[in-house]
């Protein structure tokens, strides 16, 4: 079983940062693509970005390139979203998400695991 905790979400102004976290515990991750999506009030979950345990490899949605920036550190088996220029269309619910796959993906029926969220609120 795999758990995924996150944490590091909050209320900022519009073009503050705010670096989220995610905590992987169950098994290794040598195999695993990770993503961060994110779900606001009244809308579908969507995509933000994703990365290759393996490679390293990123790939990011085109409203939080050049703003998100999603790495991972395979000693502590974390994966973190540094997000700057936080805009008040980023408020939503984020949650971390790992895939039985080695490769990044951006879609969500890909990932098999999830964790509970953290909020961020970002106001004008």
């Known amino acids: 079983q795999v758990q995924l905790v996150e944490s590091g979400g909050g209320l900022v102004q519009a073009g503050d940062s705010l670096r989220l976290s995610c905590a992987t515990s169950g098994r290794t991750f040598g195999r695993y693509g990770m993503g961060w999506f994110r779900q606001a009030p009244g809308k579908e979950r969507e995509f933000v970005a994703t990365i290759s345990w393996i490679s390293g490899r990123t790939y990011y949605a085109d409203s939080v390139k050049d703003r998100f920036t999603i790495s991972r550190d395979t000693a502590k088996n974390t994966v973190s979203l540094q997000m700057n220029s936080l805009k008040p269309e980023d408020t939503a619910v984020y949650y971390c998400?790992?895939?039985?796959?080695?490769?990044?993906?951006?879609?969500?029926?890909?990932?098999?695991?999830w964790g509970q969220g953290t909020q961020v609120t970002v106001s004008s």
């Open positions: 998400a790992a895939r039985t796959n080695p490769y990044s993906s951006s879609v969500p029926s890909e990932y098999a695991f």
